[in-house]
C-alpha cells in the first residue's frame, strides 16, 4: 500500500479543529513550522453558578507527513522538537493520514501529541485531553511503496542489524550486497536522513540505536511480498514435519532455509509450531512436490513453501540441529505474517537475539 498522499495543509487544519472541537483562529508557517491557533470553550465550577464557559487558546505545531512509517515519524519527531523548544505556549503535534501502532508507540515515547485524517488523535495539554482510537485507515491505496526497507534496498538494513556493532563503508556494502555504488549510495543517504543510521567522522556507517532500525523495518515489513504455496504434508507434530519436509526436498536435491515458527522454535524452543515454513529458490515441479508429500490445499495447510522476492533474506544463515534456518532477524520479520503463537514466538526471539544497546559515536 501506498500513503504517499498530497493531501493540503488546509485538509489537515479542518479535520484537527473538527475533531478537536475546537475553533480554529489562524493558521500560519514561518521559517521552522506550520502553526494553529484554536480556541476551546470549556466548563468549570464556580462560586455563583454551578458551571462557567470559559475560553481556552492554544498554540499548537503540527509538522505533517504524507506517510506514518517509523522512517518517517522519527525525523518528525525530532523537527517538532526542534520547533518548540524553550517555546512552552507552542504544543507539538504530529499529523499523518493514518497512523500505524508503531508510530503511536513512538510518539508515546517521545511525549508527542498526533492526530490522523481518519479521526484518531492523542492529544494532551494544560487545560486538554482528547483521545481518540480505533478509527479504520480512510487512505488504503493499491501499489507499494519505493523505500529503504523495499526487497532488494533491505538488503543494507540486513548488513547493519546481521553486524550492529560493525561500521561499514560505503564499499564495504557494494561488496557484501552485490549492489551497484549509486543504488547503495541513494539507500544510505535516506537512511542517514530519516536518523536511522549514523555516518561516523572517519566515513563509516552504522546503525546508532539498532533496535529503533528494526522497529522501522519491522513496521514497513510485508510478509506476502513473497511468494507464498501452502499445503499440507501429514505429520504427528511441528517437528516430525518440518524434519520430514527438509529431508524429502534434500533427497530431490532441493536446498530449503527454515523461517517464521519452525526456525523460531530451533532458535528459542519457546513456542511450540503446527506450521512448517522453508525458503527455496525455486518451486518445485510436480513430480517432487508429490515425492515430498505435498497436497496444495490452502484450507488446513500446515506447509508454507516460500519463493523469496529477493534472495537476501537468506543472508546471515545458520544451521541448528541439522536444519538450515534463516537468520533470528529475518524469521522475526517472518513471524508478523504467521499464525498460531508467532506473536509470543517473537518476543522470544528478539529478547534473545536481537536486544541490542546504544552504539555511542
Not at 465550577?45 to 509538522?63: N, P, V
Not at 494532551?124 to 526497507?149: M, Q
Not at 516430525?240 to 533427497?251: F, R, T, Y
Not at 497436497?295 to 508454507?304: E, L
Request: hydrophobic share 35%; net charge neutral.
Amino acid at each position: 500500500m501506498s500513503e504517499n498522499l498530497y493531501i493540503s495543509e488546509r485538509e489537515y487544519d479542518r479535520v484537527f479543529t473538527e475533531i478537536t472541537g475546537g475553533l480554529l483562529i489562524e493558521s500560519s508557517d514561518d521559517d521552522l513550522g506550520h502553526y494553529l491557533t484554536v480556541r476551546y470553550l470549556f466548563a468549570e465550577g464556580s462560586h455563583d453558578t454551578d458551571l462557567e464557559a470559559k475560553q481556552l487558546q492554544r498554540t499548537f505545531a503540527i509538522e505533517i507527513k504524507s506517510a506514518s512509517s517509523t522512517d518517517r515519524i522519527i525525523p518528525a519527531i525530532k523537527q517538532l522538537k526542534f520547533i518548540t523548544e524553550n517555546r512552552d505556549h507552542v504544543i507539538p503535534v504530529l499529523a499523518v493520514p493514518f497512523m500505524r501502532k508503531a508510530g503511536q508507540k513512538l510518539c508515546a515515547e517521545e511525549k508527542i501529541n498526533w492526530f490522523d485524517l481518519s479521526g484518531n488523535i492523542h492529544l494532551e495539554a494544560p487545560g486538554l485531553k482528547i483521545i481518540i482510537e480505533g478509527k479504520p485507515n480512510r487512505y488504503k491505496h493499491p501499489g507499494r511503496p519505493r523505500n529503504v526497507f523495499a526487497p532488494k534496498s533491505s538488503r543494507i538494513t540486513r548488513q547493519f542489524l546481521l553486524n550492529p556493532h560493525q561500521q561499514l563503508t560505503q564499499s564495504d556494502l557494494v561488496n557484501i550486497t552485490n549492489l551497484d555504488k549509486g543504488f547503495v549510495s541513494r539507500i544510505v543517504r535516506k537512511l542517514v536522513e530519516s536518523n536511522l543510521i549514523t555516518r561516523h567522522d572517519n566515513g563509516t556507517y552504522q546503525a546508532h540505536d539498532p533496535s529503533q532500525l528494526l522497529n522501522a523495518w519491522y513496521d514497513a515489513y510485508d510478509f506476502s511480498i513473497h511468494q507464498i504455496i501452502k499445503g499440507h504434508i501429514p505429520a504427528r507434530t511441528g517437528d516430525e514435519l518440518l524434519k520430514k519436509l527438509v529431508n524429502n526436498l534434500k533427497n530431490n536435491n532441493i536446498i530449503s532455509w527454515a523461517t517464521g515458527l519452525a526456525s523460531a522454535w530451533l532458535y528459542t524452543h519457546h513456542a511450540m509450531f503446527r506450521t512448517a515454513s522453508v525458503y527455496l529458490k525455486q518451486l518445485p515441479d510436480d513430480k517432487v512436490l508429490k515425492d515430498i508429500g505435498f497436497d496444495d490445499q490452502p484450507r488446513g495447510a500446515n506447509t508454507w513453501l516460500i519463493i523469496p522476492k529477493d534472495e537476501g533474506v537468506l543472508d546471515g544463515a545458520k544451521k541448528i540441529s541439522g536444519i538450515t534456518c534463516v537468520s533470528p532477524l529475518q524469521t522475526y520479520l517472518d513471524l508478523k505474517g504467521h499464525p498460531e503463537r508467532s506473536k509470543e514466538a517473537s518476543e522470544e526471539l528478539r529478547n534473545q537475539y536481537l536486544s541490542w544497546g546504544i552504539n555511542d559515536d
